[in-house]
C-alpha cells in the first residue's frame, strides 16, 4: 500500500513542480552573468538555490499544507505516516524558473576579438607597416572595406588594439556560441555587424561605427604556412567578462550594437 501510495505522490509532484516566480523587473547581475559563463547554468542555479534556502523553504510548507496533505491525508494516516512534513518533502520538485529570469536580462553585448601571432595594433602602426593589419585585413576583406577598416583604425586605436566585431544577443544563445566555438570552425558574420579597434588592457577603442558590406565566414583557427592556429584565432567574449569593458570606456549598454545573427559552422 505505501509503495503505491509513494508512486501517486511523486506522479503528482512530477506534474505540479513547485516554481519560483521571478519578477519581470528581476536583472541578473553583472556577478551572476560572469558565473554562468564561466561554470554554466548548473553553478549559478546551486548558486541561487543556497541563496534562497529559506524561501524555499517556506514554498515547500505552502505547497505540503494547501495541496499535498489535503490531496493525500487520508493514505498517509492508512499508511501510518505521522510527521506528514518530513514525509512529503523528500517528492517535492523545485523548479527555479531561471529560463525566466534569463528572459528578463537584457541582450548582452558581445566582442568578437582577432587574436593574431603579430600581437596588437596602436595609433602609430600603418596597413603599410603593421603586420598585425596586414594579417587580419586579410582574413576578413571579404566583408571589410579597406578605408572604413582604416578609418575606424585611425579614430582610436591605441594601446594594444585588437581589431573585432561587436554585436549583441541573449544569455542563451551566447552560452550556445561559446559551446560551439571550441569545436566549429568558422563564424559566420552577417552584413551590416559593426566592428572596430578595442583594448580591454588599456581601456580604449575605436567609433565601432563601420559596418560589414558583406556576409562572410571568418576562420576560428587559421591554418597553412603563414598562420599559427595557437595564436591566429577569433573568440567570443561577453562585454561583462573583460578587464576594461566597452560599458566602463565607452559608457554604453548592451543597444552599442545591434543584435546579428552570428553563427558558428
Request: net charge negative; proline share 2%.
Amino acid at each position: 500500500m505505501k509503495t503505491q501510495l509513494n508512486k501517486r505522490i511523486s506522479q503528482f509532484c512530477e506534474k505540479n513542480k513547485v516554481q519560483f516566480y521571478w519578477d519581470y523587473r528581476e536583472q541578473l547581475s553583472k556577478k551572476n552573468i560572469n558565473l554562468i559563463l564561466d561554470g554554466g547554468l548548473m553553478d549559478f542555479e546551486d548558486e541561487l538555490w543556497n541563496l534562497n534556502i529559506d524561501y524555499i523553504f517556506d514554498l515547500e510548507n505552502d505547497f505540503i499544507n494547501n495541496v499535498l496533505i489535503p490531496e493525500f491525508e487520508e493514505g498517509l494516516k492508512a499508511s501510518g505516516i505521522n510527521d506528514m512534513y518530513d514525509y512529503l518533502r523528500d517528492f517535492i520538485i523545485i523548479d527555479m524558473n531561471i529560463q525566466e529570469l534569463i528572459k528578463h536580462t537584457s541582450d548582452i553585448l558581445c566582442f568578437v576579438p582577432f587574436y593574431s601571432n603579430y600581437d596588437c595594433t596602436n595609433s602609430f602602426d600603418t596597413l603599410e607597416t603593421s603586420d598585425y593589419l596586414k594579417q587580419v585585413y586579410k582574413r576578413v576583406k571579404k566583408g571589410v572595406n579597406k578605408d572604413d577598416f582604416m578609418w575606424e583604425h585611425t579614430n582610436g586605436a591605441y594601446g594594444g588594439c585588437l581589431f573585432g566585431f561587436i554585436f549583441s544577443a541573449n544569455l542563451m544563445d551566447i552560452l550556445e556560441l561559446k559551446k560551439q566555438i571550441k569545436e566549429g570552425k568558422k563564424v559566420f558574420i552577417p552584413k551590416g555587424t559593426q566592428y572596430g579597434f578595442f583594448s580591454s588592457f588599456q581601456g580604449a577603442g575605436s567609433c565601432f561605427e563601420k559596418v560589414t558590406v558583406n556576409d562572410m565566414f571568418v576562420n576560428i583557427k587559421e591554418t597553412g604556412k603563414n598562420y599559427n592556429p595557437e595564436f591566429d584565432c577569433i573568440n567570443i567574449i561577453a562585454d561583462c567578462e573583460l578587464s576594461y569593458s566597452f560599458t566602463d570606456v565607452y559608457g554604453c549598454s548592451s543597444d552599442f550594437a545591434d543584435n546579428q545573427n552570428i553563427l558558428v559552422k
